[in-house]
């Protein structure tokens, strides 16, 4: 979807150590989030209840939600990325993406 | 609604039901249609079908539908049997005229076939829906009620707003001095050593702790654990993301004990069930579906169960009515007829979490006064029943106060 300017939105950001805001509302790639006093821009389209990176998160590194790990990071992630089965992963249990699935 | 007490039928053993329902119960699957068709006629009226499919011997089920049907909420129990098959109908049969319910057995094979069966069964059944309206009503005190909850269909906005509408809920109903459970240890994964430090003694958080590992060794030899494509695609990606949302159910009360499929706890609180069978993997995965775990809420002893979804479920269930708590506002767009609550303002306005408490609790008294679910009103009497293996609790797992 075109757009002459990028939206505006407030993720919800569940515990001040968390590294991901949480969208409220779908989003479209190259909107802007905002928290506090920090921007980022979002590299693709996003759903409501996704996960948007709001630091750099390294390879390895945690990624906290609600001020908990809640799996770690598969690759570097960019501010602005979605955070998903893609460059995240379970520390307990491997999660299988059924529907991408041959 | 406000202040408004609940009130139920009084039952001999002195519980308050706030349904007044005949059962009919097929002990084998080879006798479920016959117990589908005896309910035909009643349509509308409060008969539900349950029951259990195996012909092998369970003592899982047999207590469970021992359980549920001596449940507050049932008022007579017609059992349909086949004949040959291996589930103890005697000894249930016993069990539910020892309660003091009406109730009766029909073998398919004894009968004289399904039509026989049918006619005999809707015969008996008129007789007591007379019998049961005489029942007298009693006004609940706080400490009466039993609130069960379940999440399913789960996805973020569920940890955002459908379970922490349940946790508040739950917090006030602890405080008021009732009973409420919370299940699913597959869904403490990742979050189990948090989850103890809210155990009244170490002792408990400890066994906790081993009931989780225990659903994690469960789900490593299923090959699977409790996720879905759903959860997914609703911007779940761990296991452990879902388990710190699904926590948010059971609110911050402290817990008094863990207990197991069809028991009932000693003393009013807060309850983890664990529905993870114990020994070595058996029967497949503990909860097939999110009804199994509803069944076990209620064979617990739950008035109600409030199901607090995201992705939206259509379900209810037999004997007790279920609560639907809808996180996402989108999907409440979608599917709000099989919804009671919107928790969905709360994903944009955490504020929002008292209006939906006060909502739930309303819709709870006014469920004690005849007022119906929108899964019932949309007919959802689900059911489901497995076989499962459980070892009796440990000493910490109930430790009575007092």
Known sequence: MAMDKPARQDPLVTNDADNIGVSKRSAAAGSIQQVGTRQVTLETTVGMGHKVALAPIREGQDVMKYGFPIGVATCDIAPGAHVHLHNSASRYTVIRDRESEK | MTGQAMQGWLRADGHKGICNTVVVAYLVECAHHVACEITCPF?????????????????????????????????????????????????????????????????????????????????WVTDPIRQIANVPKAEMTPADPVIGTICGGSEATSGIAGNPAAGRAFDRLVAEGATCIFEETGELIGFEHVKAEGAVSPELGDALVETVQK????????????????NAEGGLSTIEEKSL?????????????????????????????????????????????????????????????????????????????????????????????DMDVNAGRVVRDAAGLDEVDAEIRDKLVALAHGSRTASEDLGHHEFALTSKVFEPLGPACLQVAG
Not at chain 2, 216 to 228: A, K, Q
Not at chain 2, 306 to 334: D, H, M, Q, W, Y
């Open chain 2, 43 to 123: 349509e509308g009226q409060d008969v539900h079908v349950i029951g259990f499919p195996g012909c092998f011997p369970n003592d899982y089920a047999q207590g469970m539908m021992e359980a549920l049907c001596t449940h507050q909420t049932v008022g007579a129990v017609l059992l349909v049997s086949l004949g040959c098959e291996n589930f103890q109908k005697r000894r249930l049969l016993e069990a539910i005229e020892t309660s003091g319910r009406p109730a009766h057995l029909i073998s398919i094979q004894d009968a004289g076939g399904t039509r026989a069966s049918v006619t005999a069964g809707r015969n």
């Open chain 2, 215 to 230: 659903a994690v060794r469960y789900y490593d030899t299923m090959g699977d654990g409790s996720f879905s494509q759903g």
């Open chain 2, 245 to 337: 949302g699904a926590y948010a159910k059971s609110g911050a009360s402290p817990i008094s004990g863990i207990v197991k499929p069809g028991e009932r706890p000693p003393t009013a609180g807060l309850y983890l069930m664990d529905v993870v069978p114990d020994g070595t993997p058996r029967f497949g995965f503990p909860n097939i579906n999110d009804t199994a775990e509803i069944v076990e809420l209620i064979a617990w002893g739950a008035h109600a169960v409030i199901f607090a979804t995201g992705r939206g479920s259509a379900v209810g269930s037999a004997i007790s009515p279920v609560l639907k708590v809808c996180a996402n506002p989108e999907t409440f767009a979608r599917m709000g007829e």
